[in-house]
Structure formats: C-alpha cells, structure tokens
C-alpha cells in the first residue's frame, strides 16, 4: 500500500503531465490555488516562508531554481514562472512536484497530516489528496 506521500506525489504528477505542455501554468495555479486556502490559516507571510524554504529544499536538486528570501508571493510566482520557463516540460513539472511535496510536508509537520489533507482538498479538490489516505484507485 502506498503512503499518503507516495499518493499525493502520483497525483500532483499526474495533474502536472495530464499536458506536459501546460505544467508551468497548471504548477503555477497549484501554488495560488494552495496559497488561498492556506492563506486562512497560516497567512501570506506564513505561506512565504513555507515555500521559500520549500524552493531552498528543491534547489539543491534543481540547481536552475533562482532562491530568494520569504517575499510576496506575486513575485515568487514570477520568479518561479520563469524559471520553470527555461526547462522542458517534464524537466519543470518534476522541480514543480518536487517543490510542492517539500512544501505539503512541512506543512504536515506544522499542521498535522488531517489539517493538511483537509487544506489541500478544498484548495486542489482530490487531485493530490486520497480520501482518508487510502489507497489509490489509479
């Protein structure tokens, strides 16, 4: 059986490479679609510093990413565009998975394994979410 981490990875991959060619603006819309329903909960800044250490993370893997200090995150995204601009596209959406598992996990870690998944339901529906971290169907 599959961790709940192993699942949310597949299922972020999956909602990334459905059109390898859109993976940027389905990574970026992630990240806003995350961002506002975290923003709830945690705040803008909090969501600053949880992806600036997320992006801190990736770029140790993904040497291309440019790192920067927590800032709004309508300049992280920009950044973050062009960046995975420069990239093929299954290049970009790997960094992309990869940048926001770091992220689900920190805020696993802060929140809790509940809280989270209940985030990124109603943030992403059930594209990177199993109901009750069950095994997944796919």
Known sequence: MATVDEQRRRKIEGALLRN?????EVSLCLWQQLAAAL???VGERGVESIYARS???SQKQFSWL???????LEAAMAQLRSDLLGQPAELAAEAS?????HFTTT??????????????????GDVAVNHAGTE???
């Open 20 to 24: 390898p060619d859109a993976a940027v």
């Open 39 to 41: 923003n709830q909960i």
């Open 55 to 57: 992006l801190h993370q």
């Open 66 to 72: 440019t790192v920067h200090a927590p800032q709004a």
């Open 97 to 101: 998975t990869v940048m926001l598992m």
């Open 107 to 124: 805020l696993s870690l802060l929140i809790g394994e509940l809280l989270t998944n209940s985030i990124l339901r109603q943030a992403w």
């Open 136 to 138: 997944s169907n796919e």
